[in-house]
């Protein structure tokens, strides 16, 4: 899928949900496919994904599960309006309906992966603590 590709099944989906009109799993699963590509997970730090412009972003070491869930977390923020009184608890919010076993392997995946990277416990505590608050808070 080109950008101009990416770009027009953005605005189509976005037009669809302004209007009222329910995008079912399976579109949403579809649209991932196009816009969002799986990576090696050193190109985006200790993070599971990242959306930017037309084009969202999961490491390629998910378990299937969790992959399902980052993908369309990610997906929900291509498509986010920016009226959202918090974009990351509005995407998860979005990803868990469809994918609640996917929000729970994220979170165990995570727990493990982040282990790697800090070697102070403190360190490790304060900083699940902010991906907490980031994440799970919705404002
Ligand atoms: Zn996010």
């Not at 329910?22 to 949403?28: A, L, M, P, S």
């Not at 090696?40 to 378990?63: E, F, H, Q, T, W």
């Not at 979170?107 to 608050?133: G, H």
């Given at each position: 899928?080109d950008?101009?590709e990416?770009e027009?099944?953005i605005i189509?989906?976005k037009?669809?949900i302004?209007a009222?009109?329910?995008?079912t799993k399976?579109?949403y699963?579809?649209?991932?496919?196009g816009l969002?590509l799986?990576v090696?997970p050193s190109?985006?730090?200790y993070?599971?994904?990242?959306a930017?412009?037309n084009?969202?972003?999961?490491?390629?070491d998910?378990?299937?599960?969790?992959?399902?869930?980052v993908?369309?977390?990610?997906?929900?923020?291509l498509?986010?309006?920016?009226?959202?009184k918090?974009?990351?608890?509005s995407?998860d919010l979005a990803?868990?309906?469809?994918?609640?076993?996917?929000?729970l392997?994220?979170?165990?995946?995570s727990?493990r992966?982040?282990?790697?990277y800090?070697?102070?416990?403190q360190?490790y505590?304060?900083?699940l603590w902010?991906?907490f608050?980031v994440?799970?808070l919705?404002w």
């Amino acid at each position: 899928m080109d950008v101009v590709e990416r770009e027009k099944l953005i605005i189509d989906l976005k037009s669809r949900i302004a209007a009222g009109n329910k995008i079912t799993k399976e579109e949403y699963r579809q649209a991932a496919e196009g816009l969002i590509l799986a990576v090696n997970p050193s190109s985006l730090g200790y993070y599971n994904g990242i959306a930017c412009g037309n084009m969202g972003y999961v490491r390629n070491d998910l378990p299937a599960e969790a992959e399902k869930f980052v993908e369309r977390h990610e997906l929900e923020h291509l498509l986010q309006t920016g009226k959202e009184k918090s974009r990351e608890f509005s995407a998860d919010l979005a990803a868990v309906k469809e994918y609640p076993w996917g929000l729970l392997q994220t979170i165990l995946f995570s727990l493990r992966e982040r282990a790697k990277y800090y070697n102070s416990p403190q360190c490790y505590v304060s900083t699940l603590w902010k991906t907490f608050k980031v994440y799970f808070l919705p404002w």
